[in-house]
């Protein structure tokens, strides 16, 4: 069985300051692990994905996320906060099949 | 070239209606999936398809069906609408060729269906 915990439901940073966005995942098997954000009244936009070839995933828009096999954490994070990454962002598991699993959703604020 | 589009954008039904839901993929993509994201919480897997045949099939009340034709197109369809069904309906293509898992998936914009 699979899940992902998504801790905090909001999250609110200032423009520039670094952000980070926290994912736990379960899972019985080696995981692939995703970020994905939706912006207001669209669909999900791939940010990163981890498929065990490196720790540490680049995604787009200056996001990384860093996979921590020991914490069962893949912690999503950027430097320095633009206005424009204000949105929902969610973590998702995949397993052996193509379903993915996805967290609650972490709604970013980015105050100027 | 064009993403994932779905028909659509907007709906308003009534309870106990049926509904028919539209995802044309990206070219090329032979994988399909839909979720239900209702407000306030993350996307629920309902069904993949791939090449026509049923992948998987989430924790979905059998009056939900969905089926992929020879142009990899798919339809979902709800029967009997309950107020719960609210939701946004969000379409997913892949290109289905590993059947391990891991594959990056590529969101429409959904439909937002609205049963009153």
């Known amino acids: 069985a699979q899940s992902v915990t998504q801790l905090g439901s909001h999250v609110s940073v200032s423009e520039g300051a670094l952000v980070l966005l926290r994912c736990n995942y379960s899972?019985?098997?080696?995981?692939?692990l995703f970020w994905y954000v939706q912006y207001p009244n669209q669909g999900l936009q791939l940010l990163l994905k981890?498929?065990?070839?490196?720790?540490l995933v680049k995604g787009i828009n200056g996001f990384e996320a860093e996979f921590k096999k020991s914490e069962t954490s893949f912690h999503l994070t950027k430097p320095s906060a633009h206005m424009s990454d204000a949105a929902e962002y969610f973590c998702?598991?995949?397993?052996?099949?193509?379903?993915?699993?996805f967290g609650q959703g972490t709604t970013l604020q980015v105050k100027p | 070239d064009a993403g994932v589009t779905q028909s659509p954008t907007h709906l308003i039904k009534t309870r106990g209606q049926h509904v028919t839901l539209r995802c044309s993929p990206i070219?090329?993509?032979?994988?399909v999936s839909w979720y239900q994201q209702v407000l306030g919480q993350g996307p629920q897997f309902i069904f993949q398809?791939?090449?026509?045949?049923?992948?998987g099939r989430g924790n979905f009340p059998d009056r939900f069906s969905a089926r992929q034709f020879p142009n990899y197109s798919s339809e979902l369809n709800v029967n009997a609408l309950l107020l719960g069904d609210s939701a946004l309906y969000l379409c997913?293509?892949?290109?289905?060729?590993?059947?391990?898992?891991?594959?990056?998936?590529?969101f429409g914009s959904g439909t937002q269906l609205s049963v009153l």
């Open positions: 899972s019985s098997v080696p995981p692939y």
């Open positions: 398809y791939y090449e026509k045949e049923e992948r």
């Open positions: 070219s090329g993509h032979k994988s």
């Open positions: 981890y498929t065990s070839a490196a720790t």
């Open positions: 997913a293509s892949s290109s289905g060729a590993s059947r391990v898992g891991g594959e990056k998936l590529f």
């Open positions: 998702a598991v995949s397993g052996n099949t193509g379903k993915l699993i």
